[in-house]
């Protein structure tokens, strides 16, 4: 069977695909010296990170401010246009300037520059020419040269933006990973939305506290167990010793289980249907933890227990879906 002749649309975006891959791959060849020395200027300076641009650079330089301020490095865009226009009193003896241009003959930001010296600020910039005078002028320059835009009439910014995006990135990480950042830091830098509620709430959050947990005791018929799981409504009901410690737990899936078996409701014994030794986690731990167990054990209810084993509260699938955490 012969295959269909690919279109001229298809052909074009693979090869836009492939032009700007290898873009990003030649970066990954030319690092070296010069971007270890940015990290560690970023490192030593008590500032902030100051990123301009203009045009597509400054879409770009945008970005990399918005990146490196949520990865632990303190940083803000400034417009180059504006820097000059009043912006400038943002920067400080203490701050580094990231300046993007591709040419590095951008008038707005080589307009700039001087004022940044001045400023005692240090200056690393990021463009395709070395030899341009916002990289001679820079304290480091990061090269960040395509062979050819992915552009048709090869004028467009393509390969050169996605360059310099991936190299803002990978300064950005690696800022990253020489801070210690972590999972907790950047849940601080993120609280809003789905990232934020999976690592900064805890089980103790969203449990629901043992003075509102069903109980029963071991010794307690299973009639007694089911009224006190359905008055519940979690669909459990915990089983526990002289102490308040649980022994056990008897759910709507217990005795699901138990009615399959055949057994009398009003003669069989509840620590012969019940769950002994039932998974539990802390209310300290998180709650995409305790998600986590709940689906890898196939189990909809979990007790939460303190840490000299009492009863502490019950999580179901239904609290972690209500505080969306999943």
């Given at each position: 069977?012969?295959?269909?002749?690919?279109?001229?649309?298809?052909?074009?975006?693979?090869?836009?695909l492939?032009?700007?891959?290898?873009?990003?791959s030649?970066?990954?060849?030319r690092?070296?010296?010069?971007?270890?020395?940015a990290?560690e200027?970023?490192?030593?300076?008590?500032?902030?990170v100051?990123?301009?641009?203009?045009?597509?650079?400054g879409?770009?330089?945008?970005?990399?401010?918005?990146?490196?301020?949520?990865?632990?490095?303190?940083a803000?865009?400034?417009?180059?246009?504006?820097?000059a226009?009043?912006?400038?009193g943002m920067?400080?003896p203490?701050d580094?300037?990231?300046?993007?241009?591709n040419?590095g003959?951008?008038?707005e930001?080589?307009?700039?520059?001087?004022?940044?010296?001045?400023?005692?600020?240090?200056?690393?910039s990021?463009?395709g020419?070395?030899?341009?005078p916002?990289?001679?002028?820079?304290?480091i320059?990061l090269?960040?040269a395509?062979?050819?835009?992915?552009?048709?009439?090869?004028?467009?910014?393509?390969?050169?933006?996605?360059?310099?995006?991936?190299?803002g990135?990978?300064?950005?990480?690696?800022?990253?990973d020489?801070r210690g950042f972590?999972?907790?830091?950047?849940?601080r830098?993120?609280?809003g939305?789905?990232?934020?509620?999976?690592?900064?709430?805890?089980?103790?959050d969203?449990m629901?506290?043992?003075?509102?947990?069903?109980?029963?005791?071991a010794?307690?018929p299973?009639?007694?167990?089911?009224?006190?799981?359905?008055?519940g409504?979690?669909?459990?009901?915990?089983?526990?010793d002289?102490?308040?410690?649980?022994?056990?737990?008897?759910?709507d899936g217990?005795?699901?289980r138990?009615?399959?078996?055949?057994?009398?409701v009003?003669?069989t014994?509840?620590?012969?249907?019940?769950?002994r030794?039932?998974?539990?986690?802390?209310?300290?731990?998180l709650a995409a933890e305790a998600a986590?167990?709940m689906?890898?054990?196939?189990?909809s209810?979990?007790?939460?227990?303190?840490a000299?084993?009492?009863?502490?509260?019950a999580?179901?699938?239904h609290?972690?879906m209500?505080a969306?955490?999943?």
């Amino acid at each position: 069977m012969t295959q269909a002749p690919e279109s001229p649309t298809l052909a074009l975006a693979r090869r836009v695909l492939r032009i700007e891959a290898a873009a990003v791959s030649a970066l990954a060849d030319r690092l070296g010296a010069e971007f270890e020395c940015a990290v560690e200027l970023i490192l030593r300076r008590r500032g902030r990170v100051i990123v301009t641009g203009i045009g597509k650079s400054g879409h770009i330089a945008r970005k990399l401010a918005a990146t490196l301020a949520s990865t632990g490095t303190p940083a803000y865009f400034v417009h180059a246009a504006e820097a000059a226009h009043g912006d400038m009193g943002m920067i400080t003896p203490e701050d580094v300037v990231i300046a993007l241009s591709n040419s590095g003959t951008s008038e707005e930001v080589l307009t700039i520059v001087p004022l940044v010296k001045r400023q005692g600020a240090r200056l690393i910039s990021i463009t395709g020419r070395p030899e341009s005078p916002l990289a001679q002028q820079a304290d480091i320059h990061l090269e960040a040269a395509v062979a050819e835009e992915a552009c048709p009439l090869n004028l467009a910014p393509t390969a050169s933006t996605t360059a310099a995006l991936a190299l803002g990135d990978a300064l950005a990480v690696a800022l990253l990973d020489a801070r210690g950042f972590g999972a907790d830091d950047f849940a601080r830098s993120h609280p809003g939305g789905a990232l934020g509620r999976r690592l900064l709430t805890h089980v103790g959050d969203v449990m629901r506290a043992a003075d509102v947990v069903p109980m029963v005791a071991a010794d307690a018929p299973l009639t007694q167990a089911l009224l006190a799981m359905t008055a519940g409504g979690m669909g459990m009901t915990a089983v526990c010793d002289a102490n308040s410690r649980p022994i056990g737990i008897f759910t709507d899936g217990d005795l699901r289980r138990a009615l399959e078996k055949g057994c009398d409701v009003r003669s069989t014994k509840l620590t012969d249907v019940m769950t002994r030794n039932p998974r539990s986690i802390g209310p300290e731990a998180l709650a995409a933890e305790a998600a986590e167990l709940m689906e890898r054990m196939r189990i909809s209810q979990l007790l939460v227990l303190d840490a000299a084993g009492g009863l502490a509260g019950a999580l179901t699938t239904h609290d972690l879906m209500q505080a969306k955490v999943i």
